[in-house]
């Protein structure tokens, strides 16, 4: 974000510090949400996974909801930020495909809220790349 804040090209400067670590955060918050949502109750989820082929669905599940909260936690407090990153990214490709199968819904309707799903879930990944692209 050198726009911000990078005169001299070599190290962040407190507004851009500040600027990211709000941008983790609010990153982050989906993460945990529906990763302690995932944990708690995998029923709904578990279907979705078992019908993509994921073996073991309510303990994948439940695995892939505790993923998100840990890596979400650290990836909010700065803690380990691009292994947090990575984990959230690779959890968020088989979410999205198993959780918001747009292409597959007939009610225009249904298919509108899945592919926003869809899309949003694409933008989250976006936003994670971006941090396993920084150099720090």
């Known amino acids: 974000m050198a726009f911000i804040d990078d005169r001299w090209g070599d190290e962040a400067g407190s507004l851009e510090r500040t600027v990211e ?27 979705r996974a078992a019908a993509i082929g994921i073996p073991f669905p309510e303990a994948a599940t439940r695995l892939n909801g505790g993923a998100m ?11 380990a930020v691009k ?3 990575a984990v959230l990214a690779a959890s968020l490709v088989p979410t999205t495909i198993a959780g ?3 292409w ?6 249904a298919r509108a809220q899945q ?3 869809f899309l949003k879930n694409l933008a989250m990944l976006g936003g994670l790349l971006v941090l396993l692209s920084k150099r720090r």
């Open 21 to 47: 670590a709000a941008g983790r955060a609010l990153l982050s918050a989906m993460f945990i949400s529906g990763g302690l949502q995932a944990f708690k109750a995998p029923e709904q989820r578990a279907t």
């Open 69 to 79: 909260v840990v890596a979400g936690v650290a990836l909010a407090t700065g803690v």
């Open 83 to 85: 292994p947090a990153a």
């Open 100 to 102: 918001h199968p747009f």
């Open 104 to 109: 597959k819904e007939t009610d225009p309707k």
């Open 115 to 117: 592919r926003i799903h």
